[in-house]
């Protein structure tokens, strides 16, 4: 596939389909590249240069050639590479494609079989559809935000960019989809994802929620809204989940925590009871749990059957046994030597091993090779 | 396909399947039926018992046949659906087909060409493996709560379940990819997705940035971490996003707001200097602010070319002109006539109609007309 995208969606949905097996070619602006090679964090590269560690995790396993689509010898080469090419992927505000002369209309009639991928924040259609993207502006509008944070407090934006990486992960699937359908109709389609339509789907419950009991749903903290205890917990150092789903994981829980009073308090006998009583509850359970780290305390209400997990920050995700065992990180040595874990794909086949990431390319890497095999020097 | 999958990430994963045509056969406990039948928002059926808003709201376009798979003559019925089938998709505890006696090894025997999708917590390898899966479990151990929350306060779980739903999404991502390559080799292959390995590749920077700069990233709040002011602010009503990328910009906000002072501030004059002092000139544009509510404020600053945008709470949502203009809520008549809006498929293809919703199934809604399109009544 052809990749004109930049920075995050784009990138995204193409690194997922290079790790799927997608050979990905990266045609980026001429001495400029794509606009995440300026975003930091910086590593040095091998002349000492500055080169974005940002762009090296979501572009691994591509080729990358420089073009000018305002340039004629270049746009030859580049019209040569869609001849060849299952898909060409784009993440231009609406309009710009058709400027360049690579517009739907005129792609699929010089290359019918062609599958044109649009990532946008708004779509090709609609009044929004030439705003720019902003992965804060789409979580703002898509509602996720409103659903974030502290019971009564204002909205949170999601920690990472959600906004891009749904609308990167919802286009390979159109991608997908639209290949699936080629192999029986012989003709290509125009996928048109917005960041803002992807936010829509992962409201889950609360739109429905907020019909049935016409309550428009507000920040719902870290606790499950109808289980109690169920959440996130404070211990002498760090937080840690506890998921006590039923009374008589309750219970044990009070015995493990040495809470004789809690486990007879009339408060907190019935589930609906402990909801209603959460705060008194939560403050009691931290009292308790403020006398060991949540490292010592896991183990000890793992053994007691008290499903429970640790809030692991950045170091201990990379830490983690189950993700290790799973060889989520894969470790690829950036420009300048220096090797950086990057998440792995999460899409597995059983008995099979992923073994063909290689590092993103620095800009323009592969252009000798690539004009040599289309037969261009 | 056959779905054997309850409560949340698979019926997400299958009805997305669903809205892109694929025919979805809900395999159900009898009597039972799926979980998320059980859980509300509940509304009334036509006969006065509560139905399930939450279920009717993931399972829409699904057929239901409910089953018992102790059964021997259930058995028979699902053995011979899956004869039909491309695809079966479940999300028990790992090893729970093996018990029903429907492991990888035995289906691909007998079924050579079926994909098996299954959603775990933790995937079907690995030290965890036969955990329970819950969402707030996984959301706290993937680290996207470690990085979500006000700057300096708690890890904070995304308001709506993103470690079921970037499950799910992920899932039709190997479903797709399963069915690419068994065109190729006429075999079908093992999808193992879990819901924590999904987390890990929503982190996006995170890892990269944690590896380069050596400090554990925290809660980021609602503001861009580089570019001042790009962020939430409050209104006299509602909050909204303001997003003045650069001097230019920031300079006609102060216009806009009427803050000379701030625009001559010393403080203020750079990005990386309003960066350093955010909190500062987000109390000043909030007392601007605090003259009109968000809904008065969007229009004036849209109209002086200040990117912002409105924080959508669900009400806001669902009356979006943007996301009406797209179609992106279907409306669908639930049990007892409610019609209630769902979140319509975000995978569009340019110049199609989606047009065939339907509503969720009551259960075992369709054994009749199954068992006959089967011969086996």
Not at 33 to 46: E, Q, V
Not at 54 to 81: G, H, Q, V
Not at 216 to 226: D, L, N, Q, T
Request: glycine residues 10%; contains cysteine.
């Amino acid at each position: 596939m052809i990749d004109l995208t930049r920075v995050l969606a784009g990138p995204y949905c193409t690194m997922m389909l290079a790790d799927l097996g997608a050979r990905v070619i990266k045609v980026e602006m001429p001495g400029i590249g794509d606009d995440a090679r300026h975003i930091g964090p910086f590593i040095s590269n091998a002349d000492g240069l500055p080169s974005s560690g940002y762009f090296f995790s979501i572009n691994r396993s591509k080729e990358s050639i420089a073009l000018s689509l305002k340039d004629a010898a270049d746009r030859a080469i580049f019209e040569r590479l869609l001849l060849d090419a299952d898909v060409l992927a784009e993440n231009f505000t609406p309009g710009t494609m058709d400027r360049f002369g690579y517009g739907w209309e005129a792609l699929s009639s010089r290359f019918p079989r062609l599958v044109l991928a649009s990532i946008s924040g708004f779509g090709q259609t609609g009044p929004y559809r030439e705003l720019p993207a902003y992965d804060m502006v789409v979580q703002a509008m898509g509602g996720v935000m409103s659903l974030t944070g502290e019971e009564g407090g204002p909205p949170t934006r999601v920690g990472v960019s959600i906004g891009d990486i749904a609308a990167g992960t919802h286009a390979v699937i159109g991608v997908q989809a639209a290949l699936i359908e080629r192999a029986r109709t012989g003709r290509g389609k125009h996928v048109d994802i917005s960041m803002l339509d992807t936010q829509i789907s992962l409201l889950e419950n609360a739109l429905v929620r907020y019909q049935v009991e016409q309550v428009v749903p507000g920040p719902i903290g870290s606790r499950h809204p109808s289980i109690t205890p169920f959440g996130v917990f404070k211990s002498k150092v760090g937080h840690l989940i506890i998921a006590a789903g039923n009374d008589r994981k309750f219970r044990d829980l009070c015995d493990v925590l040495q809470m004789r009073d809690v486990k007879a308090d009339p408060r907190f006998l019935s589930n609906s009871s402990r909801c209603e009583h959460h705060r008194a509850l939560a403050a009691r359970i931290e009292e308790a749990l403020a006398t060991r780290t949540a490292e010592e305390w896991l183990p000890i209400l793992t053994q007691a059957g008290i499903p429970c997990g640790p809030m692991n920050d950045i170091a201990g995700v990379l830490r983690d046994p189950q993700l290790n065992a799973r060889d989520m990180f894969v470790s690829l040595e950036a420009p300048g030597g220096m090797v950086l874990k990057t998440a792995a794909c999460p899409i597995r086949f059983a008995g099979e091993q992923f073994a063909n990431y290689r590092p993103a390319p620095e800009l323009d890497a592969d252009r000798n090779a690539l004009l040599q095999e289309l037969g261009l020097v």
